[in-house]
Nanobody, 122 residues
């Protein structure tokens, strides 16, 4: 079984910074894309940023220039550094990881973290 453990959320004032991390553990053969999503109250879950196994990144327009996604392949960890936070960034942030459980292509799976609350006060 694969587990994702997130950490780093909390309360911060507008203009401040927070860093999130998500560690994948379990019987993982290889890790493909890793991503962060967020869901604000009453809204749909949306992609924040994603990073491929080759470290190619993709960002939602609303975080470009403010957030940075990175990963450590050895530690099977994905990070999200969030700067210049605004109250509109308040949401539960979830990590999402795409993995192969074995060398077989049929073993490809996606997993979600439990979510971590980020609250930005004005």
């Amino acid at each position: 079984q694969v587990q994702l453990v997130e950490s780093g959320g909390g309360l911060v004032q507008a203009g401040g910074s927070l860093g999130l991390s998500c560690v994948a553990s379990g019987r993982i053969f290889s890790v493909n894309d890793m991503a962060w999503y967020r869901q604000a109250p009453g809204k749909q879950r949306e992609l924040v940023a994603a990073i491929t196994s080759g470290a190619r990144t993709n960002y939602a327009d609303f975080v470009k220039g403010r957030f940075t996604i990175s990963r450590d392949n050895v530690k099977k960890t994905v990070y999200l550094q969030m700067n210049s936070l605004t109250p509109e960034d308040t949401a539960v942030y979830y990590c999402n990881v795409d993995v192969f459980l074995t060398y077989l292509s049929s073993s490809r799976r996606q997993y979600w973290g439990q979510g971590t609350q980020v609250t930005v006060s004005s």
